[in-house]
């Protein structure tokens, strides 16, 4: 279907009152939603992410919080050794079964393995859609409760036509809102308006944007506080990336669970995550949204599968899965130390962990044979990548 049926089909679909109703004079009727020359193929992109059993590899760790990875398993921070464990992810056999998308960083989209091949094109052989981090890091919110605002919409347009150009169809942009901060009201907004923005332009350029509002699990509250916190989030998101013409078909969401905060007394049971946090998104996410992605936000490898296959245990309106990092990579890490002959067990724990959380979006996860590894919590506090 070429763009310009897939517009006129859109706007065919409207009420009669809506569509019969005369411009006013001198003013040009715009489109509810951007129907531009990528429409067809962003919606066939994010459907695809968006495939049954599948979920995201995000592995687009700034090089100094790469950095702090690779020293945690005594290795040094340069240009070779992330590019070799960069390498054994992205060329890990298998991986399409249950991976559909890979979040890289820009170094990484740009680079080429060691053998040659580049990045981009180990992860097509792979049938793994390329994607990118393209925001540029929190700064201080000044006027705030010591709260953070995301750079990157500065000449955003031209790197996301760069991006698209190298192979990347996706895109990730990351804010924060802060609980124990409050939060404050301008936090919020700037938080929201600024992924409508960066999802606007990344749409036109060809790039399906993640829109990831991380409700930080830095605090004592419980999770009530979350839910409330996480609902009004939502809520301003979704009014700017309407009020910005973003085609909510063509994008994909990666929340936080709605947990009670990390140094709450209290832990919540699978069943208790699943229930508040379906029922944050079903006040909030329009169904037209395809994906939900989850980050695991410091949780162990255990929990956050665990708390996805939760939520699978009854239909949902969009397809409801993971976006992780750390609940993907940690024990793959531990395991590969930078020696040359851990690269198939490292990449076996890969494919383990990738098929729990590809079995738990489809409500089949047991936690039959996991190790201790897996169930230690990630959770640092004031994270940042």
Known sequence: MAATQ?????????PAAVASRPARRGLRVQAA????AYAEELVATARKIASTGKGILAMDESNATCGKRLESVGLENTVENRQAYRELLVSTPGLGQYISGAILFEETLFQDTRKGTSMVDELNKNGIVPGIKVDKGLHPLDNSNNESWCAGLDGLSQRCADYYKQGARFAKWR?????PAGPSAIAVRDCAYGLARYAAIAQN??????????ILLDGDHDIDRTLEVAEMTWAETFKYLADNNVLFEGILLKPSMVTPGAEHAKRSTPDEVAAYTLRMLRRRVPPA???IMFLSGGQSELESTLNLNAMNQSPNPWHV????????????????????????AAQ?????????NSD?????????????????GMFEKGYVY
């Not at 076996?348 to 729990?356: D, E, F, N, V």
């Open 6 to 14: 897939f517009a006129a089909n859109t706007l065919a679909a409207r």
């Open 33 to 36: 939603a951007y129907n531009g």
């Open 175 to 179: 804010s924060v809102v802060s609980i």
């Open 205 to 214: 350029a060809g790039l399906v944007p993640i829109v990831e509002p991380e």
């Open 289 to 291: 949204v395809p994906g």
């Open 321 to 344: 899965s993971f976006s992780y990092a750390r609940a993907l990579q940690n024990t793959v890490l531990k395991t590969w130390k930078g020696e040359e002959g851990n690269v198939e």
């Open 348 to 356: 076996a724990m890969l494919l383990k962990r990738a098929k729990a």
């Open 360 to 376: 738990a979006q489809q409500g089949k996860y047991t936690a039959d044979g996991e190790s201790a590894e897996a169930a230690k």
